[in-house]
């Protein structure tokens, strides 16, 4: 179980609150089931004030009892003179509201009678006496001191007063009053109307209390289900927002965890089934882990992992994190009776205390993460100081999530007459006065979500600049993921207005799931999209598959064609494709185009269009249109 | 004078174990074993009824199935009896085990040990406090140390 809250230091209010809430409530119930006790207590101090007369009567008969130099008990037993003086001294005691006045002895452990001058009900000399608490005649052997006993459940006898007969120092025998009822009554009567009022006032501070608690409770419940990630002991990246502030994270080492190529999953299983794996593989990932380390869901697939210093060598934690990627590349995990195996790069950082904040901790441990990634993924990587010299996703997600993503242009242009017939666009990322160019930024994002939220930027970018000018047409490329991306193709679809105007290139250089392909193709095409297949020749090309998707335009690899002069082969390969095209209305368009011997070449072939420095190489929109 | 008398006679057995704590009696009653559960009886039936009130597991029967009588008259026989004071318990013979009765307002039990073994009954320990020997029924042998 983990310290759900270790960074939480408003959570620590209800922590302490619930603490002194459930102390106050153990004392305060504690003291509602002592109440009678305490009741008796108080009784029995308002019964000795409201005796205090008749004890020191009591005291002094028995001081008159004990006169005799010889045995009190003895020269009761012997003496009928002393019996009867005994009797005379003890009859002084009798009252209205004393029912009786007897003298018992301790003798083989009971008590017996030794003098009875109440007016009825005697006990006779020798008979034995059954006291309801006869621990309590045992105490007072040795306290030596008097007692009250309430009595209780007797319809007639409120109270006994019991006095202990010392002689040489020694109990010896005990005096016992008994008062009526009610006398008990009118002396207590109001110490049991306050301790009734007390009683009341206890029990409904009580329910109060209980009501607070389960309020105090309830927050506390509703802090951590707002926190928590249900059925994991993962927290939601709110509770790292929320706490951001009250971190140490100098106190931890840090891991970024991310599941590799889970779009890939979620494209063929559908994103509940991707769901339930992450849920899966984050209960898996917490079994890992210790009660002081705190897991977070950072993004859909990425985690972030503060493991606690304390008590862990950089080396313990590096082993850790190698067994949590062991244990993810070992997990069985089932779709419907199908295996599917999944894999995590986990980038870490163990020295956070060179961290300028819990932000450059978080960069370097996605810094170690990118290499992770970039070095083939399924694999842990820690961060290096030499690592900061590359750029990385973290910094490109900044970039990209602060408008620094733009396109350039190059143009397509027709082979016959050197018109340009659209142009290309092409990602780039300004950075001051800096170029970031494609190569460096979507590999890394390749399989993430993140690759589609590019994709999305590029999308939002073009339709701008195509409703801003008329003549603007441009062409953008999406990745087959890209095209069963219910979001991208929503845009598009709602965009349908400009769709002679924007062409889609679909990029050929993955796997693509072609049944899927050609429904969303027919999709585009039906709301007036021109469609062209990218890179023709690198990837997974497929004459068939060139005829299923009925695509309008063929773009040709550029590293076919830059040697199509000088090598024969590509020559030969290139003829016949381009022959396939023209065959089956499929215009073609070919990339490179570097010198006018490509081109002649190309014209000779029957190829329609042309794109590359020969004619213009990529450059920002405000060169082709300076006035727009 | 007669008819006084014969009313009183029939108040007898009431007045003999009224006021009683009736829930310490049947349990104290309870403790006693034999190797069959015992049966009491008593010619009152409210009394009865008053006792099978408070704790329920004490059996009353008729005279003739009883094994253990509460009364306050006591008639030679072969039953076992349960006295209503105790003076009665101490001038009666063996057959009387125990007594039961209200002195002071408080309920007095007394059950004599060696009577009790002879008649083959036990008590559970936690009612200890309610044996008494033979020898505490007699002045002479109680203030002998």
Partial sequence: MHNRFIFSTFHKFYYYALLTYIIIFVFFTYGYFKLPEIQEKFQKTVLSLSIENTDKMVDETISLILQDETSFISSHIKNNKVKEKQ????????????????????????????????????GSFGELFQAEDMSLFNNMIETKKREIFIQKGLKNLGFTLIKPIIEKDKVVAFLLLDYQQKSLDIMISKVIDYMNILKNILAFVGVILLLFGLYLMSMMFARENRYMIANTHALKRSYLMDNYEKINFSDYYISLINIDFLKRINDIYGERVGDKLIIELMKNISTQLRKQDVFIQYGGEEFLLFVLKKETSVHEFRLMMEEIRIMVDMLELYVKDEKVHMTVSIGTLSQSQNAKSLHDAIYKADVALYRAKHNGRNRVSSYELSSDKRLYRYKLKEMISDDKLVCYYQPIVSLVNRKIIHYEALLRIEDGGKVIYPDKILPDFEDSYFYSRISMKVIEFNIKKIRENPK???????????????????????????????????????????????????????????????????????????LNLSIDYLKLDGSMIKNIHIDNRAHGIIKTLIKFCIDNDIKVIAEYVENQKIIDLLKEFGVDYGQGYYFSKPLPYDAFYPNQ | ?????????????????????????????????????LKYFNE????????????????????????????????????????????????????????????????????????????????????????????SLNLLCLLSS
């Fill in chain 2, 1 to 37: 004078m007669r008819k006084v008398v014969f009313c009183w006679l029939m108040l007898l057995p009431i007045l003999g174990f009224s006021d009683l704590d009736y829930n310490k009696v049947t349990k104290v009653l309870l403790s006693i074993e034999q190797n069959k559960p």
């Fill in chain 1, 472 to 546: 603007f047409k441009v062409s953008i490329n999406l990745s087959s993921d890209d095209l069963l991306n219910d979001s991208i193709i929503g845009v598009l679809i709602k965009n349908r207005d400009i769709s002679n105007r924007l062409l889609i290139e679909i990029l050929e250089n993955k796997f693509i799931d072609y049944s899927k392909m050609e429904v969303v193709i027919k999709k585009l095409r039906f709301f007036g999209y021109i469609i062209c297949i990218d890179d023709f020749g690198t990837g997974y090309s497929n004459f068939d598959h060139l």
């Fill in chain 2, 44 to 135: 009152n039936v409210s009394l009865v009824k008053k006792f099978q009130k408070n704790v329920k597991g004490l059996q009353f029967s008729s005279f003739a199935e009883a094994d253990i009588l509460f009364m306050s008259k006591i008639k030679k026989g072969s039953k076992l009896v349960i006295t209503d004071s105790y003076e009665k318990l101490q001038k009666s013979d063996k057959s009387v085990i125990g007594a039961v009765y209200i002195k002071k307002e408080r309920t007095h039990i007394f059950l004599v040990r060696e009577r009790l073994k002879k008649s083959g009954l036990r008590v559970s320990s936690k009612m200890k406090k309610y044996l008494i020997s033979e020898c």
């Fill in chain 1, 87 to 122: 009797e005379l001294a003890l009859s002084r005691l009798k009252r209205g509201n004393i029912s009786s006045v007897f003298i018992v002895f301790l003798q083989k452990e009971k008590l017996v009678y030794l003098l009875d001058v109440s007016t009825r009900d005697r």
